[in-house]
């Protein structure tokens, strides 16, 4: 049996006994170490736990040095034994409170009884070191587990983000039929519990200006528009892209990301902005992708809003709207005529007052054609509904439809005129953000003198608004006819 990893301790008064033991610890390949009395043998075993500790019962104490308070034998540490003789016997009773591996007696042959406590110590250490293996397999294991799940999560964690991307993408394809992207980004934005809060910057139509548009949502934060200082000529170029960031952080703040929505420009059409108070979502969220596709969507809605009403037939000039109404009154010309045989509807859309606003703000750029375009196209792409239109000037506007559409489409433009954001087609668009400029959509019966009769009433109206406004002022400050202004005798002013 080789000991060479097996240290013995000695602490035996018997200077002959000592030696004999160590010739059988010699021959049993272990060279013991002797402490000739408690104290020493209490600091040497300090400073190293042997394998083995023989003590004489005579030895368990010292003074005030007791055995069983060493620190390693409280916590059962030092594997001990105990050498006794026939004088000595009765101090075995005292070794029973301690664990020890057996009694060493006198006179007896202590090769055998050697052995048997040292079969003992090998024992215990072939368990304790078949523990730490365990225990350091155990620990590798936990190591690997806790990779393993680590990933899991990482993986669960990356799943969840990417079906979030998913279904906030098939949000956005929800929305195909709004009117334009505006109104897609308010309804997906709003509807994410992630996005604290939103915002956006376009660039206005000259280039100059990055203007934020009303929204009217408890999501959306208003930004204030950014004069630019010169001309961005294709998208928001990197110093206005700097300037509206900055503008961004300070007022919207928290844990901002800023999305450059790009459409057919080198430079992003649009800067749309959202917080998150969730530090996770902001980080692992997939913006990049997210970033592209709305770059798609919105050069969808740009595209879809273009130029469908500068087609020949969804416009029908003034003298064929009316040879169409004379059917109605005189009927068709002939059969072979190729005259429409269809009945219709006939809606007329004043924009009076909005002209009338303009032309009284003559330093105020208005966007005459984009608002035409988009006004129409966007009604269209979103309705479906077949229909022609005719320009009877700037002020009105007639809508010609097939009589089984025509009461649907009439109520879908009072409702579509109520809420189109004519504010946004001007070039300082927060001076007319409180205007009321919406226009008066009616239904006119199908004759041309109806129509005309319609027209000229219109004028009438506006000619007497004009009139009577300009009366009003004047009469504000007549001191000499306060009384018939006011009805009764008016305060006095002084100016």
Not at 208 to 220: A, E, G, I, N, Y
Request: aromatic residues 12%; glycine residues 4%; contains cysteine.
């Amino acid at each position: 049996m080789s000991q060479q990893n097996l240290t013995v301790a000695l602490l035996i008064n018997n200077i002959a006994e000592t030696k004999e033991l160590s010739l059988v610890f010699r021959k049993a390949g272990v060279v013991p170490h002797f402490y000739e009395n408690l104290k020493d043998f209490w600091y040497g075993t300090l400073e190293e736990i042997p394998s083995l500790a023989l003590v004489d019962v005579r030895n368990m104490s010292d003074g005030e040095l007791l055995l069983k308070n060493h620190p390693y034998v409280t916590k059962e540490e030092m594997p001990l034994a105990f050498f006794y003789s026939a004088e000595t016997q009765p101090l075995i009773h005292s070794t029973f409170e301690l664990f020890h591996f057996g009694l060493v007696r006198k006179g007896a042959s202590y090769m055998g009884q050697v052995k048997s406590i040292l079969r003992r110590v090998n024992k215990m250490n072939s368990w304790q070191m078949d523990q730490k293996v365990s225990e350091l397999q155990n620990r590798k294991l936990d190591k690997q587990i806790n990779r393993v799940i680590e990933q899991t999560e990482n993986l669960k964690e990356n799943e969840h983000y990417e079906n979030l991307l998913k279904s906030v993408i098939g949000r956005f394809e929800a929305q195909r039929t709004k009117e334009d992207f505006y109104q897609a980004v308010e309804v997906v934005f709003s509807s994410l519990k992630e996005v604290r809060q939103y915002s956006l910057y376009e660039l206005s139509a000259n280039g100059q200006k990055l203007t934020c548009p009303k929204v009217f949502h408890s999501k959306f934060k208003e930004l204030p528009s950014l004069w630019l200082g010169q001309t961005c000529k294709d998208g928001i170029e990197f110093f206005a892209q700097n300037m509206g960031n900055q503008v961004a952080l300070d007022l919207v703040g928290g844990e901002l990301i800023s999305i450059m929505v790009k459409g057919q420009n080198h430079d992003p059409d649009m800067m749309l902005f959202a917080r998150s108070e969730d530090p996770e979502f902001v980080t692992k969220f997939d913006w990049e992708t997210l970033e592209r596709y709305l770059g798609g969507l919105h050069s969808y809605f740009k595209i879809r809003n273009e130029g469908l009403f500068e087609k020949h037939e969804n416009v029908l000039q003034p003298w064929e709207l009316f040879s169409t109404l004379d059917q109605v009154r005189f009927g068709k010309i002939s059969p072979k005529s190729g005259e429409i045989e269809d009945e219709y509807g006939l809606i007329n859309i004043d924009f009076t007052e909005l002209v009338t606003h303009v032309r009284a703000n003559p330093l105020l750029r208005f966007f005459w054609k984009n608002f035409y375009n988009d006004f129409f196209t966007r009604f269209k792409s979103q309705h479906k509904f077949d229909f022609q239109i005719t320009c009877m000037g700037v002020k009105n506007i007639g809508i010609l439809a097939k009589t089984e559409i025509a009461e649907d489409l009439f109520n879908a433009l009072k409702s579509y005129v109520l809420r189109y954001p004519i504010w946004r087609y001007f070039e300082d668009a927060e001076i007319i953000l409180s205007r009321n400029l919406k226009p008066d959509v009616k239904m006119v019966p199908l004759a041309g003198e109806a129509y005309l009769k319609l027209l000229e009433d219109n004028q009438e109206a506006q000619r007497e608004t004009e009139e009577l406004a300009d009366v009003f002022t004047e009469e504000m400050y007549d001191t000499s006819s306060k009384e018939a202004f006011w009805g009764i005798p008016a305060p006095q002013r002084d100016m």
